[in-house]
């Protein structure tokens, strides 16, 4: 691990929920799906991307967040990244401090130089996670706790030592089908005490470690498909959700949460939504 330190601070983030105050994003200028990492690729391989509809969606995604008073940043999009648009995956904040990730698939890798290069332009210290393989979307936040998603993005090794890196925090290790690619396809913490939940990717020891912490809202496997548990908060128990998503919209709204609808079908293609598709940078309550 290397670090980069300065007098600068900008950065918070204590879980999935506070208020979202800025956060990192990537217009989808040149994706398209190269190589089939899951299920939701494989299903539209054939169909591909409609990359003018993608931008158009993104777009209205990002004025829906300033909309909100959320301070986006848009890092420079490469056309060697497919799947750029996912930056979610190339870090997490935790705390005042960024992590950047190391990637593990080899179409990926170097998205984290362009995140750093931001970073260090506008004088933010960061910690570099190198010879780890940890992706930000298997890493959860709620406060002291941090679950991180056990799968072929994501390795013991990393875990362990994030936990040793940051003894002041529990870290919870949650293994789980590895062909939903990353945790926040499966699980995704809403407020402080629930979560959405989709129960087929998880072995009975997990779904109890889970539940006896979280009010768990189950996703069918319709939903799941459409990333139901792929919402992002932004605080004030008010969250982006996809439109067609109906029953778990449903549930949130049943929960008292101001879900706001916005179309990014063109962009699940590649299997991320909302969540997967932004870095918040500083949360507060």
Request: charged share 30%; glycine share 4%; proline share 3%.
């Amino acid at each position: 691990m290397s670090i980069r330190v300065n007098e600068k601070q900008r950065t918070i983030c204590h879980s999935e929920y506070d208020s979202l105050h800025q956060v990192i994003l990537c217009q989808p200028q040149y994706m398209s799906i190269r190589d089939v990492i899951n299920d939701t690729q494989k299903h539209f391989k054939n169909e591909g991307i409609h990359i003018e509809k993608a931008m158009q969606q993104h777009e209205i995604f990002v004025k829906a967040l300033q909309s909100q008073g959320v301070d986006v940043v848009l890092l420079p999009s490469l056309s060697k990244y497919p799947e750029q648009v996912f930056t979610r995956d190339i870090g997490f904040t935790l705390g005042q401090t960024i992590f950047v990730a190391e990637m593990a698939s080899d179409i990926r890798k170097g998205e984290e130089d362009i995140l750093k290069k931001w970073l260090e332009d506008e004088e933010i210290s960061y910690y570099n996670l190198i010879g780890d393989r940890v992706e930000g979307g298997d890493v959860i936040i709620d406060q002291k706790t941090i679950f991180i998603g056990e799968s072929n993005r994501t390795n013991r090794n990393a875990i362990e030592h994030i936990q040793r890196i940051l003894p002041e925090f529990e870290v919870v290790a949650v293994p789980f089908t590895e062909r939903y690619l990353h945790l926040d396809c499966v699980f995704n913490i809403i407020s402080d005490h629930e979560a959405l939940f989709y129960p087929e990717a998880f072995t009975e020891e997990e779904t109890n470690i889970l539940r006896n912490r979280y009010e768990l809202i189950e996703v069918t496997k319709e939903e799941q498909f459409t990333l139901g548990t792929n919402v992002l908060s932004i605080g004030d128990k008010k969250l982006f959700s996809l439109p067609v998503n109906k029953k778990v919209n449903k549930e949130l709204e049943k929960r008292g949460f101001d879900v706001l609808e916005v179309d990014i079908t063109e962009i699940i293609k590649s299997g991320g939504s909302f969540r997967c598709c932004t870095l918040p940078v500083l949360r507060s309550k």
